[in-house]
């Protein structure tokens, strides 16, 4: 029905930069709120950023000024840039989108399969 799927993590040492990548596909007839969460072991899956379809963005408090999110609504695709990436930023970081689906009245929620993130020296 419907994929995401996300590209772009691994392993970068402090400071350095990532860019991530996800793309929807399937019977899409319109994307709704797209974002990034990310689960580090040990812990819950939190909220990274979230873009509207008209560019409204959220952050959490903890990557703002650091992080931006952004989104190409022609491609069905979200991205993430990540600067001055610190060791605590280390996780697995999810896609999600709220989708409505080709011939249905309601909004679902998708995840993609989770890509890794690790930044150490």
């Known amino acids: 029905q419907v994929q995401l799927v996300e590209s772009g993590g691994g392993l970068v040492q402090p400071g350095g930069s990532l860019r991530l990548s996800c793309a929807a596909s399937?019977?899409?007839?319109?994307?709704?709120?797209m974002g990034w969460y990310r689960q580090a072991p040990g812990k819950q899956r939190e909220l990274v950023a979230s873009?509207?379809?008209?560019?409204?963005?959220n952050y959490a408090d903890s990557v703002k000024g650091r992080f931006t999110i952004s989104r190409d609504n022609a491609k069905n695709a979200v991205y993430l840039q990540m600067n001055s990436l610190k060791p605590e930023d280390t996780a697995v970081y999810y896609c999600n989108a709220n989708i409505f689906v080709m011939g249905s009245i309601s909004l679902t929620t998708y995840w993609g399969q989770g890509t890794q993130v690790t930044v150490s020296s």
């Open positions: 399937g019977s899409i007839f319109s994307i709704n709120v």
């Open positions: 873009i509207t379809r008209s560019g409204s963005t």
